[in-house]
């Protein structure tokens, strides 16, 4: 399985071939360096570790930079692994651009959604609150009732109730890559995919390839 680390970009639309609007989502991708294999034999699965983004050394702690160091790699701001069927193909050092994909692929897209902090069960969940009326005032956006009476006596695990809402891991799966741009390290793929502007995204081969 092949992939790269990037940053989002934002969205735009391109024209295919039709003539037809496409929206897309544009990826810095890479360049990324291999700081780190792993070995079924030595580790008991199969990964390489890649690093994105170099930055100032201030920057890293003392860990990172031995770490980096050891192998003459440059400070990597971002470190993560992707699994890979035979981690020997790989060589440490080695760079991995944009041009990892063609255009048409499908791969799915990793990152961590937008953190909306706590929010109520209405935004969170989509539920429709209570009735205005009947001379109510304050349950207009409760939750209603959690649980039954005796008998549970208690609320299930799971049940839908205000809370955190975003900053989680999402997977947007068998994204088309529509525009691969090697020169200025661009990917765009089609549809919108999670996180913030600037948030680090793992594009890997898409798992169901229908």
């Known amino acids: 399985m092949k992939g790269i680390l990037g940053k989002k970009v934002g969205m735009t639309q391109v024209f295919d071939q039709r003539g037809q609007v496409v929206p897309v989502t544009v990826i810095?991708?890479?360049?990324?360096?291999?700081?780190?294999?792993?070995?079924?034999?030595?580790?008991?699965?199969?990964?390489?570790?890649?690093?994105?983004e170099e930055v100032p050394a201030r920057k890293l702690n003392r860990p990172r930079m031995g770490h980096l160091r050891r192998n003459n790699l440059p400070p990597l701001r971002f470190l993560r692994e992707l699994r890979?069927?035979?981690?020997?193909?790989?060589?440490?050092?080695?760079?991995?651009?944009?041009?990892?994909?063609?255009?048409?692929?499908?791969?799915d897209v990793v990152g961590t959604t937008k953190g909306k902090?706590?929010?109520?069960?209405?935004k969170r969940h989509g539920f429709g609150g209570g009735p205005i009326t009947h001379g109510q005032s304050d349950r207009a956006r409760a939750t209603g009732s959690v649980g039954a009476c005796k008998t549970p006596g208690r609320v299930f695990p799971g049940k839908r109730m205000p809370g955190r809402?975003?900053?989680?891991?999402?997977?947007?799966?068998?994204?088309?890559?529509?525009?691969?741009?090697?020169?200025?390290?661009?990917l765009a793929v089609k549809g919108p995919v999670p996180g913030p502007k600037g948030g680090l995204l793992i594009i890997k081969e898409a798992r169901k390839q229908g």
Do not use: W
Not at 167 to 178: E, I
């Open 117 to 122: 902090g706590f929010a109520g069960a209405m």
């Open 28 to 52: 810095e991708a890479g360049p990324c360096f291999v700081t780190q294999r792993k070995t079924a034999e030595r580790d008991g699965y199969s990964a390489i570790q890649l690093g994105f």
């Open 165 to 186: 809402m975003g900053n989680d891991r999402h997977t947007a799966q068998t994204l088309q890559v529509v525009l691969v741009d090697q020169e200025r390290n661009l």
């Open 84 to 107: 890979v069927k035979e981690a020997e193909e790989y060589e440490i050092g080695q760079k991995i651009l944009a041009d990892v994909f063609a255009e048409g692929e499908k791969v």
